[in-house]
């Protein structure tokens, strides 16, 4: 199937000669569009998004900290100064604060700098043998599964680790972790490949764990080394048996966050308005000055910029500034999704997502997108750079605790080179006010303005559901590969081909300028299970892990069948939870038909 390029056509538009008064150019993007993305491009300045970003980044900002508060306080005084309407949450939530390591091997001169991870495991000491594991990438495989049960594979290849202190190479991660965890390890030293220490977290939990998820919470003391101390260590141990002692400090437990929400409703909003739901974490470790301190001066500006050319708008924006998204694991992202479900089940057209922008020296721009968006991702970028960027899917991350509520996905990255250095500053005192150019800050700021001017300026409504069709059939075709033919998934493949049928009468309707509010949300309801089995390999309610997926997750164990004899237990497990996966998807489907059936019912168009 081809893709029309109409929603590409439309996306790029935005900078085209103005035609008559709601009416789309020669280009594609209507009048509306263009004049409220002029409006926001010409209400945000570079002087204002530095003076944001230099009082944003005055304070460290670990979640519930003075410094944090202090930021938001900013913040909202800043909004509410120009009467932007904005209310602040108060909630409880599990955080975790690394507070000091040592690591040291008693009877020598080794005792080296070291920091340990939010949610590591804390202990006053833990002396024992070393045994290098080498790189992370030599690690046995989890056997992941839907994400609520992880296991190591092999692990009996691994029995000398067992009441071992564990060296391993690679930045802390929240997997290999619980796989050290599984294989008996009592405790775990990272030596990071570069000169330098990167706060980071290694739980899997998604938000502040719960009865369903509260096991996945590691208690494996894990510390963390600069490169030329992973050397020395080993040049020891090449010498002799090596004992170490780790002692790890964490403030783990409950604490009070707050969370800014500005909501810009447009002038003629109605009590069905949907909204588009645009945020980013204010916490940091450090100072974050590219993260996040640049992106909260990006979000700032741009709600005061929409509020005051909401006459020009057409659907709500939502603003929101994340607390808890690094040392409470994206808690107050997941907070909002759980308290305000239905509301944005019932009103919610997408979420974009901001992080890391404004870097100084940034060449390189790519999108993270659900296939929904990625036209609109791409062609904002490929207007004002001439060039169209890497298009992938969102990771795990970035506080997309939306998926199962089902909004489309967007970010637009804009990044320094690896050759530059990258940005080797990332979660370390040295993400500072100065890694901030207010030039990029103001390009990168314009680009989010296009985004969101498309989806919120305008009748007509930004998004494919050919692209998503496309995507979920060579999703389920991929994953009938990996099952070696094992996993038949033929009803559903016909689904998807429904689904494209539909797709084909839906898509023209939308980009056509007459898109109600009814209308739109009426579209939102066909993406939405699609979107949820695509990104969602259990519940709808409970969050997943945080761990890395392809599409269509809930089909992860396919490959099983491939590898495993018939007759095996994992065979038959795998099976077991494949069937049930298969079962859910054609039931989305399904669900979609139905909501295609309605909104073309509702648009007069012939079925």
């Not at 100064?81 to 939530?93: I, K, N, R, T, Y």
């Not at 739109?520 to 066909?526: C, P, Q």
Request: aromatic content about 6%; glycine content about 8%.
């Amino acid at each position: 199937m081809i893709r029309p390029i109409c929603l590409f056509l439309f996306s790029i538009g935005f900078l085209a000669s103005p035609g008559l008064s709601g009416q789309s150019t020669e280009r594609g993007a209507s009048v509306q569009v263009q004049e409220l993305a002029a409006a926001i491009r010409a209400t945000v300045t570079a002087e204002r998004l530095d003076a944001h970003a230099r009082e944003i980044t005055r304070y460290e900002r670990p979640s519930g900290s003075p410094g944090e508060n202090a930021a938001i306080d900013y913040i909202v005084a800043t909004l509410r100064e120009a009467g932007v309407p904005v209310e602040v949450h108060e909630f409880l939530a599990y955080t975790s604060d690394p507070v000091a390591a040592v690591v040291s091997a008693p009877g020598t001169d080794f005792a080296t700098d070291a920091i340990t991870m939010s949610f590591s495991g804390a202990t006053d000491g833990v002396e024992a043998r070393v045994v290098d594991l080498g790189d992370l990438d030599d690690l046995p495989d989890l056997e992941v599964g839907t994400g609520e049960r992880l296991a190591v594979r092999d692990a009996t290849r691994f029995s000398h680790v067992r009441g071992r202190i564990a060296l391993v190479t690679g930045q802390p991660r929240n997997v290999p972790t619980t796989t050290l965890q599984q294989m008996g390890a009592v405790a775990v030293v990272y030596v990071n490949p570069e000169e330098r220490l990167n706060e980071l977290i290694v739980t899997s939990t998604w938000g502040t764990p719960s009865l369903l998820n509260a096991h996945r919470l590691d208690v494996l003391p894990t510390a963390q080394i600069r490169r030329s101390d992973g050397e020395r260590l080993r040049a020891m141990m090449a010498e002799g048996e090596v004992r170490l002692l780790v002692r790890t400090e964490v403030d783990t437990g409950w604490k009070i966050l707050r969370l800014p929400v500005a909501r810009i409703m447009p002038a003629e909003a109605l009590p069905i308005t949907p909204y588009v739901l645009f945020g980013g974490h204010i916490d940091a470790w450090h100072h974050g000055g590219t993260d996040e301190g640049a992106s909260n001066a990006a979000m700032l500006e741009l709600a005061l910029a929409f509020h005051a050319n909401r006459a020009r708008m057409r659907r709500g924006l939502v603003v929101a500034w994340w607390p808890g998204h690094s040392n409470a694991r994206y808690g107050g992202s997941t907070w909002f999704a759980d308290t305000f479900f239905e509301d944005l089940r019932t009103r919610g057209l997408a979420y974009v997502n901001v992080d890391g922008i404004g870097q100084r020296e940034a060449k390189r721009f790519s999108v993270s997108t659900s296939p929904a968006l990625e036209a609109l991702a791409v062609g904002v970028v490929a207007e004002a750079t001439g060039e169209a960027p890497r298009a992938g899917r969102p990771g795990r991350n970035s506080d997309q605790s939306f998926n199962g509520i089902g909004l489309p996905l967007l970010q637009i990255n804009h990044t320094r080179l690896v050759e530059d250095g990258g940005t080797w500053w990332w979660h370390t005192p040295e993400d500072s006010y100065d890694k901030i150019d207010a030039r990029v800050l103001k390009t990168d700021t314009d680009l989010y303005a296009d985004a969101l001017a498309a989806l919120t300026g305008d009748t007509s409504l930004p998004v494919s559901l050919i692209a998503e069709a496309e995507a979920l059939l060579a999703a389920l075709e991929r994953r009938e590969a990996e099952s070696g033919g094992a996993l038949d998934l033929e009803e559903a493949k016909r689904g998807s081909a429904r689904l494209a049928a539909i797709a084909e009468r839906v898509d023209p309707f939308l980009q056509d300028g007459h898109v109600s509010p009814e209308l739109a949300l009426l579209a939102r309801d066909i993406f939405r299970p699609i979107h949820r089995i695509m990104f969602v390999p259990g519940s709808d309610h409970h969050p997943d892990p945080g761990l890395y997926g392809s599409p269509l997750p809930g089909l992860e164990p396919a490959s099983v069948l491939a590898e495993e004899p018939t007759g095996s237990d994992r065979y038959g497990f795998a099976l077991a939870s494949l069937l049930r996966e298969r079962n859910r998807i054609v039931e989305a489907l399904n669900e979609a038909h139905a909501a295609g059936a309605r909104f073309l019912g509702a648009a007069d168009i012939r079925w």
